[in-house]
């Protein structure tokens, strides 16, 4: 099934006019700017995982890695923020690419293990790194703000900062999208329904595996470097348990390979984070239900009923 | 310097024999149901804690009243996990993916739970024997020795409960050739339930005796996981001799980066370790598949 | 003793068996002859509880087959030996066969299955130790349909055991499959076109690209001419 920009260009039309309602609201649009630097996050890691069928747990480890090397470039180094941004990402990038090669051969449990150990061993590189100004086991503080031809943008300005997430949002969409629309994403839905066929008819999956891989970690990185500059703050808190079930949940509620759900369980989900959070340790308690009650009750998200909803209504629209 | 590689030695190989238990038991499952169990770590934390509350609660309490109350508590344990979350995603296309998101989604459950139930502070065992011997120049503690003793123990007895009752031959058999373990007439579900439930028994083991060395804390468990992984990895998927060499080398090899680099570069060195063996022997040591 | 009734089972989209009946009587030597890939095995699976059906009725012994999980079949005495073995590799031929007695009417009548096998198969007993994946075709063979006998089978449908033996071994294993049967177990044997089954055989049936073209006695088929030579290629 090819995706259509349609619905895309309608999303992002919306939220380009949603802050005339809200931009009084400074907590909303917090959480709408986060949503959307998750979400860029996420629709890499359902590209990975939910397309390619690459078992990763490590697209939280890259943004991280890209989030620290664009804090570390512009703080320490001294890099403008933009430039620090875009390196910081061709490193998460680059660090991606070299644990995809070794482990994209391997099955599937292999590449969740190493992916997952890569988010576990960063936790201590972070803290030896502490030399190098890592921050060590707490954060890095005064990270400069974004600034771009002379104007900064300090976090207390909601408004600027929601149109460069949400730019960054939709341009990381059409890629996918594309990528999802490109002869690799055709591949991969045919290696995923049909994989001794589409192997038998020459589909090469470790090199297309690798490429979308690196995409998914370049975007990733993006949005970690975003993510940096705008909190001003990173520590070690961001590879805690806490939110990486948090995220795994609105992978799996959104639906793996269900493209838009993955999108609406982001934002549903980064505001129900917000209030889960009075329930303090109840909050992971209730997130690693969820996981299990979605992935057992409903395998396929939001982006399932989603595209139940939509061939419904299409098919609707053709009888009358 | 000589005495103090022998203590660095000895200490690593008490260390592999609690990781060999779990990684034991975490290749028995992923053998027989080809089942990866992301909330195997958290398990290890159950045990610990279960053996923590029971000598908190008791006064006369010692190990092998715990051990025997802790046993069946874990085995039962097991075979409800096992019947709640594995068992109906088996169903599904993609059960192996969808098995490892839900485990793992039940071991951030345990361990907040145990946070809940126990709090952030850590506590600690009693040690199952006090004092040290000495050998030579080089003083050993009581406590390795019988950690030693019981991990002997354990893996010898599940290898004799394997290959000589009938029970643990029909668990083999499923791992060897499921298909034909069905058309035996094999309940496959009660084999499933049963390596479960005994891998749960073993992961509580391994926590108890780490726990006579370590501190417990809630989320130590993800620790200890990600170790049997590594072990499994190098031992290959399924091999019980595979995990117990390899919870030796990695052991033994942990106890001297500790030593030398400290203990922060433990977490880096299974990464770099596993990454190392999966370029160069992609299938383990003695990788079966 | 087994009945099937207008049986149809589908993979996936491409229909293997058309409307398919037949009759097995008790204490009889049942043989299905056909070109490969014509559906043999996928009936004989289907029979066995091991694929369910699109429509039709599987009756053994008057109940209904596909209502009973795999491991009710086995008990009932219903027992399938799979083509490609599915024995336990890293196993000893003695192993492999205990566990064969696994459903709980097999493993009172263990000892007694086992005399049988060893009796049938001496081979076995005197290599009782070896590993089965150290045995030759022939042997493996051996070990297979022996642990198919020691589920206490009343009934075995065993698909193509002379896949891969030299003539010689072949014929020995028919006699055996003969000896089985003349000890009382039903046998349903599925076979490619290997006339040398033909002298054993109670009743015959040849499928075609998922039907029944033929079915006779043995009699029947070795003395109509046109069924031997378009079928069985012989004169």
Redesign the interface.
């Known amino acids: 099934m090819k995706l259509s920009y349609k619905n895309t260009i309608i999303a992002f039309a919306v939220m380009l006019f949603l802050p005339l309602l809200i931009h009084d609201n400074s907590f909303l649009m917090h959480i709408l700017i986060m949503s959307c630097l998750f979400s860029v996050l996420l629709v890499g890691w359902d590209l990975i995982m939910g397309y390619a069928g690459i078992f990763s747990f490590g697209q939280i480890a890259i943004f991280t890695i890209g989030a620290y090397s664009s804090a570390m470039l512009s703080k320490i180094v001294g890099l403008p923020p933009l430039i620090s941004i875009l390196v910081g990402s061709l490193i998460a990038c680059g660090v991606g690419i070299i644990v995809a090669l070794p482990s994209l051969r391997l099955a599937g449990i292999y590449v969740a293990m190493v992916t997952f150990l890569l988010h576990e061993a960063l936790i201590s590189m972070i803290r030896i790194g502490r030399v190098i100004g890592t921050g060590g086991a707490t954060s890095i503080t005064g990270i400069p703000p974004l600034s771009f031809l002379g104007y900064s943008f300090p976090s207390i300005e909601r408004l600027p900062w929601y149109y460069v997430s949400l730019t960054l949002a939709f341009l990381s969409y059409f890629v996918f999208i594309r990528i999802i629309n490109s002869s690799y994403g055709i591949s991969f839905v045919a290696l995923r329904d049909a994989e001794d066929l589409a192997k038998s008819v020459g589909v090469d999956d470790y090199r297309s595996k690798i490429i979308v891989f690196a995409m998914a970690a370049l975007f990733a990185g993006l949005a970690g470097g975003f993510y940096a500059h705008y909190m001003r703050l990173v520590s070690v808190r961001i590879l805690g348990l806490d939110n990486f079930i948090l995220l795994l949940v609105m992978l799996i509620v959104g639906g793996l390979g269900k493209f838009p759900g993955v999108i609406v369980a982001t934002f549903i989900f980064t505001i129900l984070n917000e209030y889960m959070r009075p329930l303090e340790v109840f909050r992971p308690i209730l997130l690693g239900v969820m996981v299990i009650v979605a992935i057992i009750y409903m395998p396929n998200g939001i982006g399932g009923i989603i595209n139940f909803i939509t061939t419904k209504f299409r098919r609707f629209k053709r009888i009358s | 310097m000589f005495n103090q590689l022998i203590s660095i030695f000895a200490n690593g190989i008490t260390i592999s024999s609690t990781y060999a238990i779990v990684a034991i038991g975490l290749s028995l499952v992923?053998g027989v149901s080809k089942t990866?169990n992301?909330a195997y770590g958290s398990f290890a934390t159950v045990g610990a804690y279960i053996t923590w509350l029971l000598f908190s609660m008791f006064d006369w309490m010692n190990y092998p009243v715990a051990i025997m109350v802790m046993i069946p508590f874990m085995f039962l344990f097991g075979i409800a996990i096992e019947w709640l979350?594995p068992r109906?995603?088996r169903k599904?296309e993609?059960w192996?993916?969808?098995t490892?998101?839900?485990t793992?989604?039940?071991?951030?459950?345990?361990?907040?739970?145990v946070?809940?139930l126990f709090g952030p502070y850590t506590k600690a065992l009693p040690e199952l024997g006090g004092g040290t011997v000495s050998i030579g120049h080089v003083q050993l503690d009581w406590n390795r020795i019988v950690i030693l003793i019981l991990a002997i123990l354990i893996v010898v007895g599940l290898k004799l409960f394997l290959k000589k009752t009938?029970i643990g031959?029909?668990m083999?058999?499923v791992a060897?050739?499921i298909?034909?373990?069905?058309?035996?007439?094999?309940?496959i579900n009660h084999i499933f339930a049963l390596t479960f439930g005994i891998s749960t028994v073993l992961a509580g083991l391994c926590g108890m005796l780490l726990g006579t060395i370590y501190f417990l804390t809630p989320?130590g468990g993800?620790?200890i996981f990600?170790k049997a992984?590594?072990i499994v990895?190098l031992g290959g998927?399924g091999s019980i001799d595979g995990a117990l060499y390899a919870a030796f080398i990695l052991g033994i090899t942990e106890s001297f980066v500790q030593f030398t680099l400290g203990p922060?570069?433990?977490?880096?060195f299974?990464?770099i370790f596993?990454?190392a063996v999966?370029?160069f022997k992609?299938r383990g040591l003695l990788g079966i598949r | 003793m087994l009945k099937v009734d207008n049986l149809d089972t589908f993979y996936g989209e491409l229909q293997v068996i058309r409307n398919i009946s037949l009759t097995v009587e008790t204490g009889d030597l049942v043989v299905m002859l056909g070109p490969n890939g014509h559906g043999k095995s996928t009936l004989l699976k289907a029979i066995c509880g091991l694929i369910k059906p699109k429509a039709g009725k599987v009756e053994f012994g008057g109940e209904d087959v596909h209502s009973f999980s795999i491991e009710k079949i086995v008990e009932k005495g219903l027992v399938y030996i799979p083509e490609d073995r599915r024995l336990f590799p890293q196993m000893t031929i003695k192993e492999n066969l205990l566990l064969g007695a696994y459903n709980p009417i097999a493993r009172k009548e263990r000892e007694k299955n086992l005399e049988f096998v060893y009796q049938l198969f001496p081979k076995l007993k005197k290599m009782y130790a070896r590993t089965v994946a150290t045995l030759s075709g022939g042997e493996a063979r051996m070990v297979a349909v022996g642990r198919g006998l020691m589920a206490s089978a009343k009934f075995l449908a065993i698909d193509e055991p002379s896949l891969g033996l030299a003539p010689n071994l072949r014929t020995e294993l028919f006699d055996k499959i003969h000896q089985i049967n003349k000890a009382g177990i039903t046998v349903l044997l599925v076979e490619q076109c290997v006339t040398e089954v033909l002298d054993y055989a109670d009743r015959v049936y040849v499928i075609e690209d998922g039907r029944i073209v033929y079915n006779g006695n043995k009699e029947e088929v070795l003395n109509d001419k046109d069924v031997k030579k378009a079928l069985l290629g012989i004169e």
């Open positions: 992923y990866f992301y979350i109906p995603l599904n993609n192996e993916i969808t490892v998101v839900a793992l989604g039940l071991g951030v459950l345990l361990a907040n739970l946070l809940f009938y031959m029909s083999r058999a060897q050739d298909e034909g373990a069905r058309v035996v007439g094999m309940k989320s993800w620790e990600i992984f590594v990895a998927a922060i570069w433990v977490m880096p299974w990464f596993l990454m999966l370029i992609p």
